[in-house]
């Protein structure tokens, strides 16, 4: 079901990707598919600020796009969130704290005052994965694995262009974070507060203030750097193992990874590679993002286009929350 646009209508689609660094407001061709190349625009985010000053960093940029496009926004936004109702449920992952019990869709639509009748949320790793579905790497693949690899991992799975979120054949919820290895939380091991504990361990650094970020280490790797490149392999491979069964049931013909540190694909794919040859299927497509920035965007755009009975207004009804984990 659409938002009731005529077919060929290009009145485009406002959307908005907010991420712990980042917010990034644009308008998209709902024919094309493509966000308008003028209209990309992206400011600084402080996740750690108090909530006002979060929902006001968030509105400054959607205002600032130009006016004339639809009243339905596109919001991609990180878990654990409720997506149905707008409301944060932000605890313990450590950005916008400020946010948990606050209702996101009511404060940003007062903000925006009359450019926003609807918001549509929905959560970033989706958004990414209907973005390549649409235009990118899990173009053709009936059914995908998309990951984001940033502060922690990311997932959704997709079957014909939609979000599958429970099953036998998926995580919990499709949630690859929620997976275990070893006895403990997947995220142990494949993040970015565990790479780098990881690497001072190999590179025998005591001290906190020692610890290169993930981007550093990633450098290191490249340079031939031994506990760095092992950093890596030891994380994504664990991935893999992680991920293999999953791939296997849900009979994925695509695996498509971005995010931040898919920056780093040359060090992610042969360790994450070699980790999935556990699964028995064997033409598994391993993908780097062709849209990594453009993806949630597109994928936002989608949403807000074909999700009716998204919360119009300040009194809504709070449901149980949804989680997720971004990029």
């Not at 790797?221 to 031994?226: I, K, M, Q, S």
Request: glycine share 12%; proline share 8%.
């Amino acid at each position: 079901m659409t938002t009731g646009h005529p077919p060929g209508d290009r009145t485009p689609v406002p959307v908005l990707d907010i991420g712990g660094t980042h917010v990034t407001a644009a308008l998209v061709d709902p024919v094309a598919g493509r966000p308008l190349p003028s209209s990309v625009i992206r400011r600084r985010l402080e996740s750690d600020a108090e909530a006002p000053h979060i929902l006001d960093t968030v509105a400054r940029a959607a205002l600032e796009l130009p006016a004339g496009h639809r009243p339905h926004w596109g919001v991609a936004v990180p878990g654990p969130f409720d997506y149905a109702t707008g409301i944060g449920r932000f605890t313990g992952v450590g950005k916008f704290d400020s946010l948990d019990g606050v209702d996101v869709g009511a404060g940003l639509r007062q903000r925006m005052a009359d450019r926003a009748e609807r918001l549509c949320f929905l959560n970033d790793a989706t958004a990414f994965a209907l973005g390549e579905y649409r235009a990118g790497a899990a173009a053709g693949h009936d059914r995908a694995v998309c990951l984001t690899l940033g502060t922690g991992v990311g997932s959704a799975f997709l079957s014909a262009g939609r979000p599958v979120d429970d099953g036998p054949d998926i995580p919990p919820s499709g949630h690859v974070h929620r997976l275990t290895l070893r006895g403990r939380p997947l995220e142990d091991t494949v993040s970015r507060q565990a790479i780098r504990a990881h690497y001072a361990r190999l590179a025998s650094l005591t001290q906190d203030h020692e610890r290169p970020d993930v981007d550093r280490i990633a450098a290191l790797a490249t340079e031939g750097d031994a506990a760095a490149r092992e950093a890596f392999r030891y994380a994504f491979d664990a991935l893999g193992r992680a991920l293999a069964p999953w791939i296997d049931r849900f009979e994925a013909t695509a695996v498509v990874i971005g995010g931040s540190m898919a920056q780093s694909w040359n060090l992610i794919h042969p360790a994450l590679g070699t980790g999935l040859t556990l699964t028995d299927r064997t033409h598994v497509s391993l993908l780097p993002a062709r849209q990594p920035a453009e993806a949630p965007l597109i994928g936002a755009a989608h949403w807000a286009q074909h999700t009716p009975g998204a919360p119009r207004g300040p009194a809504h009804r709070r449901r149980p929350a949804q989680e997720g984990r971004g990029a």
